[in-house]
């Protein structure tokens, strides 16, 4: 049997061509279908739109050769700050300080541009002769009762051994496999846009809890941050519809002075945070990867760094498997995935939803709670040195690419 | 007899595919075979790789040499020897059991030379490979000395011989007692036969007695919690596999 390749991935975003990269390492073919135009995918302008890699997905980007061209574009976290704040109070006086110099592996993350990482990740994928892009198209139908077969809206036909579903939220690879979905809305909107600002952020991150939702202040190079703020829905839509001198008159009490005057450096956008869990991350011949398989409430960016931690360990459980010569599209191979990975992401989503829980309200006594509880942390070093791992990737079961080894 | 598919009437593959199904089925009664066997197959194709200098990052690694699978089942092994581009004969004593692993077989688009015949009666008719492989067969057998000897006849001189089986130690014997299923599930039926269990001294001085020179051996450790299997250098104190040379 002749395939158009062993793996046909669809989903062009992040984790498709990530993943696509990954499995040429162990020599599999794959062909990522995209549903975006190339061009769109690698416009050059700066919308707004960036990404907190964790140091261990800065560890995969160097594994999968991509680091080089990334580094001179990125800004390391150096320190990350959280604290309670109330609008125009400024925030409260116990806080959590992470310091990376706490850390012997450096710094915590690095803050990427969307433009960017796009553009390495396609020149990448032009560059690997294991890899067909197919970009501006979508799969109408598929089959993976058999070896893989999908049809694309021009009435081609693709096949290959595996079908991966690298296609957000609301998957369609998930939905024609029958794959049932369980999750609930936050009844909150994410806000995101990038703020230029007077004075330096010297690679800070910043994170206010705030009664409406959090707000993260993310340090890009050059006097510029990313900010995820988040409001309920119907607050969200209101400042939405702001023109943007009234938006930032909005922010503006939120952010505090702390880095001069704001403006705006880029669009803005706003995604209604909901989680999306897969009641199955495998099916024979299919697998889900990302937020096909677990979109989070991206509190604390988690996000990304979870769907590359899935393509680690999805594209080593089929390399070891073609390895042994096993059939690595049947079911006891991709159970091995989903055993390796279900825990992990199902203890992240229920802990940043707790997390949101209890910091997105107003009540007297929970705020004083939650303020005791940050200042214990942050004065415990071994706490918060575990806190720090945790969040840069570096706990549990981590996948080879992860550690920064080639597959 | 050669059994394949095409040998097979209707009726036979109706009821060779509800079995290969359950020989396949990761869950179900083979459960424990499955669990364990990306934890032989690393160590086989390792073994096979290093003895004949084959690139593992090749698509098929060991195109050109012919494998022989004694006790096959279902072709749990026998299969990704063959995708990895081996010449596989699997052969096992159940005419059944040989057709569902070639049913199941024809249905990877895998070729593969499954018979129904003894390892002794094979090796009477002069048939040599360049690796056999004796996977939890040899505690089912009468004779363990005259079966190695078979084992040395069947392989090429320069070629190897690779087997795991079970040691005689308080901790299999516990393991058993327990009702262990990783262990249970290999000991001959209805005898629960502890005492046949060989361990690795004794399986080295019989290979040697056969003829063969053993070369390497390692343990293969059950983690319950994590229901996977690992390669161990130093615990062989359940279930073991050994790699042998017959000299060129």
């Known amino acids: 049997m002749t395939h158009d390749a062993d793996v046909l991935i669809v989903g062009g975003g992040l984790n498709g061509p990530a993943l696509a990269l990954a499995l040429a390492q162990t020599g599999l073919s794959s062909t990522v279908i995209d549903a975006l135009p190339e061009d769109v ?33 990125a800004q390391p976290i150096l320190e990350i700050k959280a604290s309670d704040g109330r609008a125009g109070e400024g925030a409260a006086p116990f806080f959590l300080h992470f310091d990376h110099t706490e850390l012997e592996e450096g710094p915590m ?11 390495t990740l396609l020149d990448a994928m032009a560059a690997e002769p294991r890899i067909t892009h197919r970009p501006g198209t979508r ?11 999908v049809t694309l809206e021009d009435c081609t036909t693709l096949t290959g051994r595996l079908l991966i579903g690298a296609d957000g939220r609301q998957s369609g690879t998930a939905a024609r496999a029958g794959i049932k979905r369980t999750g ?33 202040i993310l340090p890009l190079p050059g006097n510029r941050c990313s900010i995820v703020w988040s409001e309920t829905h119907a ?20 952010f505090g002075d702390f880095l001069g005057e704001i403006s705006l450096t ?28 677990h979109g989070i409430h991206p509190i604390a960016g988690q996000g990304l760094n979870l769907g590359l931690r899935d393509v680690g360990a999805l594209a080593e459980v089929l390399g070891a498997a073609k390895r042994r010569g096993e059939d690595f599209a049947a079911l006891p191979v991709l159970e091995r995935y989903q055993r ?68 | 007899m050669n059994t394949t598919a095409a040998s097979l009437d209707t009726a036979e593959v109706a009821k060779f595919d509800a079995m290969a199904a359950e020989w396949w089925d990761a869950h179900g009664k083979f459960a424990p075979l499955h669990a364990m066997n990306p934890c032989r197959l690393d160590y086989i194709t390792a073994q096979i790789a290093a003895e004949f200098g084959r690139d593992r990052s090749a698509d098929r690694p060991f195109d050109g040499l012919r494998v022989l699978d004694i006790g096959c089942g279902g072709g ?26 070639a049913t199941h077989a024809a249905g990877q688009g895998l070729n593969i030379d499954y018979r129904q015949i003894t390892a002794e009666d094979l090796a009477a008719s002069g048939a040599q490979f360049d690796g056999v492989l004796a996977l939890e067969i040899i505690e089912h057998v009468a004779q363990p000395q005259a079966f190695l000897t078979t084992c040395a006849a069947l392989t090429r001189p320069g070629g190897l011989t690779i087997l795991s089986t079970l040691n005689r130690t308080p901790k299999s014997f516990a393991a058993a007692i327990l009702g262990a299923e990783w262990v249970m599930r290999w000991l001959p039926k209805g005898t629960h036969d502890w005492s046949k269990f060989i361990t690795p001294e004794e399986m080295e001085a019989m290979m040697t007695t056969a003829a063969l020179d053993p070369v390497d051996r390692k343990g293969m450790v059950f983690a319950p919690l994590s229901g996977t299997w690992s390669l161990s250098d130093r615990d062989l104190g359940i279930n073991y596999i050994v790699t042998a040379v017959k000299p060129a």
């Not at chain 1, 690095?110 to 960017?116: A, K, L, P, S, T």
């Not at chain 1, 799969?139 to 077969?149: F, N, S």
Request: neutral net charge.
């Open chain 1, 41 to 73: 995918r690698s416009g050059a302008g700066f919308d707004g739109r960036s990404y907190a890699l964790a140091l261990a997905s800065v560890r995969m980007m160097r594994a999968l050769g991509l680091w080089d061209d990334l580094a001179d574009h």
């Open chain 1, 109 to 119: 993350g690095q803050m990427i541009e969307d433009r960017y990482l796009r553009r």
């Open chain 1, 139 to 149: 799969v109408v139908a598929q089959d993976t009762t058999g070896p893989a077969t």
């Open chain 1, 184 to 216: 609930w809305d936050y009844g909150q909107t994410a806000l995101v846009c990038a703020i230029g600002h007077e004075l330096p952020h010297n690679g800070i991150a910043h994170q206010f809890f705030m009664p409406p939702g959090p707000l993260a």
């Open chain 1, 235 to 254: 607050r969200a839509a209101q400042i939405s519809a702001l023109d943007d001198a009234a938006y930032l008159d909005v922010l503006r009490p939120r």
């Open chain 1, 266 to 293: 880029g669009a803005r956008y706003s995604y209604p945070l909901k989680l999306s869990l897969a009641q199955a991350f495998v099916a024979p011949n299919l697998a889900l990867v990302g937020d096909a398989a």
């Open chain 1, 340 to 407: 390796w990975r279900r825990f992990d992401t199902t203890a992240m989503a229920l802990g940043t939803d707790t997390v949101n829980r209890l910091f997105s309200n107003d009540n007297a006594l929970l705020r004083a709670a939650r303020d005791i509880g940050m200042g214990l942390v942050s004065a415990t070093p071994a706490l918060r040195r575990g806190f720090m791992r945790q969040a840069a990737g570096l706990t549990g079961d981590v996948p080879k690419l992860l550690r920064g080894e080639r597959l």
């Open chain 2, 76 to 101: 749990l092994v026998a299969e990704p020897m063959a995708r990895l581009g081996a010449d596989v004969t699997g052969i096992d004593a159940s005419e059944t059991t040989v057709g569902v692993a």
